[in-house]
């Protein structure tokens, strides 16, 4: 196999990695095409994921992480360089399904995303999430504009009646929303597009042709209302769901979303930099708490339903 292709270099490209972060994996593919021991090594391993499918993707990247311990490199930079070799494959794999050029990259424009994070939280180039990445290589995870979505089957032991009469029960259908860290404002146009070209895929899989979307995150959280600022997205955001449950956390998991490297600091050192982070920060630092919520809604094609 070849490792530093064209196809690796013009799938960086077209993401605009940071030259950083493009010049280490470059570097990367480069030994893997120099040193013949460890090239052949890591072709044996994606051949075990990627064609004869014998091994898990988490068993994969374990095997990954001691090669990377073998020849002196960082075990998120080999991971990541791994699973962007294998997005070639990924292309085929969208192909055969009839899946659009234009979805294949929405989906896998996640991966920039899990770059940039792991610069800024762990100051290396490469991923620390490798093992999220097994939907993407099935197929079951896609990108449709802003958001990722997952056909699955709500498994809690509730029910919700949503405002427009709808019942939503154990063992419904929803899409899982993802949200990635894409940097694209979570704007009415932005949100609203994605929706759309969703129901053109999966409104099929609903008996009455409405899509139920539902997504389990922090930006859903109640107390957003008391302390963001009236214009804020993630406020207009909020407004499509309807919330079935919420938590408040002691812990706030999901800080590094947030505050990044500096997640963790005393709440007065928390940077104050966006107006999110501010607002943040803030409202720690005056002794509350912070949390995430489950929300769902129903959309017909070109609105939402209430």
């Known amino acids: 196999m070849l490792h530093n292709s064209p196809y690796i270099r013009?799938?960086?490209?077209?993401y605009?990695?940071?030259a950083a972060a493009a010049d280490c994996f470059t570097a990367v593919e480069q030994r893997l095409d120099d040193e013949p021991d460890f090239g052949a090594a890591f072709d044996r391993i994606a051949n075990g994921f990627l064609y004869q499918r014998t091994i898990s993707l988490?068993?994969?990247?374990?095997?990954?992480?001691?090669l990377a311990e073998k020849y002196g490199v960082h075990k998120y930079t080999l991971e990541f360089v791994f699973i962007m070799n294998g997005t070639e494959e990924a292309k085929r794999r969208y192909a055969a399904a009839h899946l659009s050029d234009e979805v294949f990259y929405d989906t896998w424009d996640d991966l920039r995303c899990k770059l940039l994070e792991c610069m800024e939280c762990k100051g290396v180039p490469g991923t620390?999430?490798?093992?999220?990445?097994?939907?993407?290589?099935?197929?079951t995870l896609r990108g449709y504009g802003r958001f990722e979505y997952v056909p699955t089957v709500f498994d809690w032991d509730l029910e919700y009646t949503m405002k427009c009469g709808r019942v939503f029960r154990p063992g419904d259908l929803y899409l899982d929303m993802h949200i990635p860290s894409s940097g694209v404002p979570l704007t009415d146009e932005i949100r609203l597009d994605s929706y759309k070209k969703a129901y053109q895929?999966?409104?099929?899989?609903?008996?009455?042709?409405?899509?139920v979307i539902g997504t389990m995150t922090w930006l859903l959280y109640p107390a957003h209302r008391k302390f963001l600022p009236e214009n804020s997205n993630v406020l207009r955001f909020m407004d499509d769901f309807e919330l079935v449950s919420f938590e408040i956390k002691?812990?706030?998991?999901?800080?590094?979303?947030?505050?990044?490297?500096?997640?963790?600091?005393?709440?007065?050192?928390?940077p104050r930099d966006t107006s999110l982070r501010r607002a943040y920060a803030d409202w720690l630092a005056a002794g509350n708490k912070a949390g995430d919520a489950f929300g769902i809604f129903l959309f017909d094609g070109e609105k939402i339903v209430r």
Request: aromatic share 24%; hydrophobic share 40%.
């Open 250 to 270: 002691d812990d706030f998991y999901y800080d590094w979303r947030i505050f990044g490297a500096d997640a963790g600091r005393p709440y007065g050192e928390l």
């Open 201 to 211: 895929v999966y409104a099929p899989l609903f008996p009455d042709g409405k899509i």
């Open 58 to 66: 988490g068993e994969a990247l374990r095997q990954i992480d001691a």
């Open 128 to 139: 620390f999430v490798g093992g999220w990445y097994s939907r993407f290589f099935d197929l």
């Open 16 to 18: 605009r990695y940071p």
């Open 10 to 14: 013009s799938f960086m490209e077209r």
